[in-house]
């Protein structure tokens, strides 16, 4: 007897005890209501969002067709990976000679748009990029890959390049003022394009400014009517007989506690004005299908453990977290719970694993409570629940 008391006691009193399992309690996802956008019944639109993969909604042709002069933002963004210009800084001057007069005079004659030009002055490359993407002047989109490349056969090469480089893929370019009727694209693209345009300083200030000032040439207004209507910064307008009126935009909103830019593009308008309207109307719709989703609130149990000797603990979140969600994504939760034994309050006991849509939000997880020792006597009576 002494000889198995000696044995006993310290393996029962000191053994650890057995690991148990969470039990999940039952989670009910938060269910949105589907987006109800106003399309309008020409052309092509594509909507995104800065934060959200890929376009959030389309409607009409899905197939390439012409841009126009949003092949602009391709030119400049083509550029300043070349010649790169930080948001303030005016860059290097170009000089203009009677080389330039002549595209002004080539422009002039098949009726695209244009800006003034006399040789002998020059522009600074910030000035082109202004005149480009404010003005939308032909004449200087080819002023500027000639200087930065050499001809626009040379800056054609490095564009489709750069179009490959970012996945742009049923993008394709004719030239560098969107004139040609072979500068085509999807809606697709074109929202991926508008979110390189933004995540760009420079760019993303130009294309918000309703006039600027060149030395040598004086006011220029945009030509985008839209700026500052709606919630409206940007991006890039197109006409031409084959693209029709077209805009490629950006809007901020505030949603709950946070700002999300919306990205989108309308192309194949009859004329400007109805296709304002046109956007209006569907930027209505698409304000309303983004929600501030609260996903958990600090403390929020979500599992508990229980013990053989009758002890037990919520699992409760860290943290809150809420989400920023378009129209009915889907919402699901993983919780994911270790087995564990004797333990404090506020140990950290698995995570919860928020999927809404493609994203992936991670919550860690604590305890309430300790799980206590049973003690002494419980383990000297249960000596099954230790072995």
């Not at 039952?26 to 934060?51: K, M, N, R």
């Not at 330039?100 to 006399?118: E, I, M």
């Not at 040789?119 to 890959?145: F, M, P, Q």
């Not at 304002?276 to 304000?287: F, H």
Request: aromatic letters at 6%; proline letters at 5%.
């Amino acid at each position: 007897m002494l000889l198995g008391g000696a044995f006993y006691l310290p393996l029962t009193l000191l053994a650890p005890v057995t690991p148990v399992a969470a039990v999940v309690s039952p989670y009910t996802a938060p269910v949105q209501a589907a987006s109800e956008l106003a399309f309008p019944d020409f052309g092509a639109t594509g909507v995104g969002a800065i934060g959200f993969p890929g376009t959030l909604a389309t409607s009409g042709n899905a197939k390439p067709v012409s841009i126009a002069s949003i092949t602009k933002v391709i030119t400049v963004l083509v550029v300043l990976e070349s010649k790169p210009l930080k948001l303030g800084e005016a860059g290097p001057s170009v000089a203009i000679t009677s080389a330039d007069v002549a595209l002004w005079n080539k422009q002039v004659a098949q009726n695209g748009s244009v800006a003034p030009v006399r040789a002998g002055i020059s522009l600074t490359e910030r000035e082109l990029i202004d005149l480009i993407l404010v003005k939308s002047a032909n004449n200087y989109a080819e002023t500027l890959v000639n200087w930065a490349f050499g001809s626009e056969a040379a800056y054609l090469v490095v564009a489709r390049e750069w179009l490959a480089t970012h996945r742009l893929t049923t993008t394709t370019l004719a030239d560098s003022t969107g004139f040609a009727p072979g500068n085509r694209s999807t809606t697709t693209d074109l929202v991926e394009l508008g979110k390189l345009a933004l995540s760009n300083p420079l760019v993303s200030s130009i294309v918000g400014t309703k006039t600027e000032s060149i030395s040598h040439i004086g006011p220029i207004k945009n030509t985008n009517e839209l700026l500052g209507v709606d919630g409206v910064r940007g991006i890039k307008t197109g006409t031409t007989d084959d693209a029709g009126a077209c805009l490629l935009f950006a809007a901020d909103y505030t949603v709950g506690s946070r700002t999300v830019t919306v990205v989108g593009v309308m192309l194949g308008g009859k004329t400007h004005p109805r296709l304002n309207e046109s956007i209006r109307a569907l930027l209505g719709g698409v304000v309303k299908s983004f929600h501030e989703v609260d996903l958990v609130n600090k403390g929020d149990s979500f599992a508990s453990y229980s013990t053989a000797w009758g002890d037990s603990t919520k699992v409760v979140a860290t943290e809150d977290s809420s989400v920023l969600v378009w129209a009915d994504t889907p919402i699901t939760l993983l919780v994911e719970t270790p087995k564990i034994g004797v333990s404090e309050a506020g140990a950290e006991v698995g995570q919860l694993i928020f999927a809404v849509g493609n994203s992936r939000i991670t919550v860690p997880l604590a305890l309430a409570k300790p799980l206590e020792d049973p003690g002494a006597w419980w383990r000297l009576t249960h000596p099954a629940e230790l072995f």
